[in-house]
């Protein structure tokens, strides 16, 4: 099984375009950039949506399309909210949910995720809509949360990144399950900062 997966894996590699390489390339420096709390998370991010809207179109997958379209336009919501600054000239600083926020943004899961597997029943062919609507769900709320700095933002990608790479494997896409791999330790290693960073910050 092993063998058969890295055997997989290296197919893909070697059947991958140089224009996906380069996105999966600005995805992961997107996600290691929100881990540092860096503004160069979005323009990075921006360039490997861009990229997989154009490689989604072409290929026919349109759900995927419109929800990197959405990724897009959240990335330009949350560039300007990190770089904007309030009347006292201070920058959007890292913070919690309060627990009215933790049942907005699980309400908010639920619906996306109604409405996402709604549109893939009845309008595409998938195999897996629960499955693929509710890890989609998980990754629109993660966005939302990481473009007003919430430190739970960690926590709805590391769902996400967990529950997808069975699904890819399941669909034989080795190089993608080696890619949310990564990501899902990014996104551990995210979590933990962002703790870090806001209570040292609680501390000054």
């Known amino acids: 099984m092993i063998q058969d997966m890295l055997n997989l894996f290296v197919q893909n590699l070697l059947e ?8 999966v390339v600005f ?8 881990r540092m709390e860096n503004i ?3 323009p ?3 360039i490997n949506v861009l990229i997989y809207v154009y490689l989604c179109f072409h290929a026919g997958l349109y759900a995927d399309m419109g929800i990197n379209a959405f990724y897009f336009v959240m990335s330009v919501y949350g560039w300007y909210r ?7 000239h201070h920058s959007l600083p890292i913070s919690r949910l309060s627990a009215r926020g933790w049942f907005v943004n699980i309400c908010a899961t639920i619906l996306f995720y109604v409405a996402l597997r ?10 897996v809509p629960d499955y693929d609507a509710f890890t989609t769900a998980l990754f629109i709320v993660g966005m939302w949360l990481m473009a007003v700095k919430k430190v739970e933002n960690w926590i709805f990608w590391i769902a996400g990144d967990a529950l997808v790479i069975p699904l890819f494997a399941y669909k034989g896409l080795a ?5 949310y791999l990564i990501f899902l330790v990014l996104a551990v290693s995210g979590l933990i900062e ?4 806001l209570k040292k910050g609680a501390e000054t």
């Open 118 to 127: 709604s549109l893939l029943v009845h309008f595409t062919d998938s195999n």
């Open 44 to 46: 990075t991010g921006i």
């Open 175 to 179: 190089f993608t399950v080696f890619q």
């Open 40 to 42: 160069l998370v979005y």
């Open 16 to 23: 991958t375009s140089w224009l996906e390489f380069i996105a």
């Open 194 to 197: 962002w703790n870090r960073r």
């Open 27 to 34: 995805g992961l420096l997107s996600v290691w950039f929100a």
């Open 82 to 88: 990190w770089t904007h600054k309030d009347a006292q």
